[in-house]
C-alpha cells in the first residue's frame, strides 16, 4: 500500500511543510498586528492580479492563465486572490478613508479572478460577500450592491474590449458544468468504494504513494475534495480529524465575532476568507502545496487565542 517511499517522502514533506506555515503563522500573529499580515495579503493579491492582466494583453484567445503560464497551480491562484478580494471588500465596509483606491483594487483582484477562471474561487467570494451583506443594515446593503455592481460592470467591459474569452470567462459556468459535476459526483463514489475495499484501507488509507499530485504518483481515485482526499490517503481517522477541526476553527471564529463588542474587521475579513478557501478545498482534491487555507486557519486560530486572553 504504501509503495515508491520517494513519493510518500514527497508527500509527507510537502504536507508537513503546511503544518509548519500553519504554525508559523499563529505564532506570528502573536507578535505582529494582524491588519499587516492582512494588507500584505492584499498587496500581493493585487500584483498577481496585475502579472495576470499584462499577461491577458499580450495573449490572442484567453481560457484560462495560469494553467502553463505561472508556476502555481491555477485553482490555488484563484482562491488565493479570493481571498485577497474579501479582505479588500472588508475594508471598504469598514474604512471611510482611500474609498476609490480600495474600489480600484477590488476592481484589478476581479479581474485576475475572471483570467483564472476557478469556479469554486468565484462561488466563494459570492458566499463571503452574501456572508458580509448579512451583517449589515439595509442602506449599507445598498451601497455595497453599488460596489459590486461597479466591479462587474468594469470586469464585463475588460473582457469584451481588451481580451478574448475562447471556453473561459461565464462560458466555465455554462459549458459542459453538468457533466463536470456528474463527474465529481463519480470521484466521490470512486472514493467511497476505494475506502471500503477493506478494513486496511479505511483506517490508513489506500496510501499516499497513490497521491496524484506528488512527481510520478499514480493519481487513484482523486475526489477532488480535500476532506475526502485526505480520507482516501490517510485514513478515516485523519479525515474526520481535519474535518472536526476545521469546523471547530470556523465555529470559535463566529463567536468571536458574535461576542466582541467593539470594532470587528479583523475577525470579519478573517471569517470571509475562511468561506473562501473552505470554498476551494471543497472542489478540490489537493492536499500539499496549498498555503492559504493554512495562512487563514493560522489567523483565525490567532484571533481566538487572543479574544481568550482578552476576556
Request: glycine share 10%; with cysteine.
Amino acid at each position: 500500500m504504501y509503495t515508491r517511499p520517494d513519493a510518500v517522502i514527497i508527500f509527507f514533506f510537502e504536507y508537513y511543510l503546511n503544518i509548519v506555515l500553519f504554525l508559523s503563522v499563529v505564532v506570528a500573529a502573536r507578535h505582529i498586528d494582524e491588519d499587516i499580515i492582512l494588507n500584505i495579503l492584499l498587496i500581493l493579491g493585487i500584483v498577481q492580479s496585475l502579472v495576470l492582466i499584462d499577461i491577458a494583453l499580450g495573449m490572442d484567445a484567453i481560457r484560462r492563465i495560469g494553467n502553463t503560464e505561472l508556476p502555481i497551480g491555477v485553482n490555488h491562484l484563484s482562491h488565493a486572490l479570493g481571498a485577497a478580494f474579501v479582505i479588500g471588500i472588508t475594508k471598504y465596509q469598514y474604512n471611510k478613508h482611500h474609498k476609490k483606491l480600495i474600489i480600484l483594487s477590488l476592481l484589478i483582484l476581479a479581474l485576475g479572478i475572471a483570467l483564472t477562471g476557478s469556479r469554486s474561487s468565484i462561488i466563494g467570494v459570492s458566499l463571503a460577500i452574501v456572508a458580509l451583506f448579512s451583517l449589515q443594515n439595509k442602506s449599507t446593503i445598498i451601497k455595497n450592491i453599488q460596489v459590486v455592481t461597479i466591479i462587474l460592470f468594469g470586469v464585463t467591459v475588460f473582457g469584451v474590449v481588451f481580451v478574448n474569452f475562447s471556453g473561459g470567462g461565464i462560458n466555465r459556468f455554462t459549458e459542459g458544468i453538468l457533466s463536470s459535476l456528474l463527474g465529481r459526483f463519480d470521484l466521490y463514489l470512486e472514493a467511497l468504494r476505494e475506502l471500503s475495499s477493506g478494513p486496511i484501507a479505511s483506517l490508513i488509507g489506500i496510501g499516499v504513494s497513490n497521491y496524484g499530485h506528488t512527481p510520478g504518483g499514480s493519481l487513484v481515485g482523486d475526489p477532488h475534495n480535500f476532506w475526502i482526499s485526505l480520507t482516501l490517503y490517510l485514513g478515516i481517522p485523519v479525515g474526520l480529524a481535519f474535518l472536526f477541526l476545521h469546523l471547530l476553527i470556523g465555529r470559535q471564529l463566529i463567536q468571536v465575532i458574535i461576542n466582541q463588542t467593539d470594532q470587528k474587521e479583523t475577525e470579519i475579513a478573517i471569517f470571509l476568507m475562511l468561506i473562501v478557501v473552505s470554498t476551494y478545498i471543497f472542489f478540490s482534491g489537493r492536499v500539499t502545496r496549498i498555503y492559504t487555507i493554512w495562512i487563514v486557519l493560522g489567523l483565525a486560530v490567532s484571533r481566538y487565542t487572543q479574544y481568550l486572553n482578552c476576556s
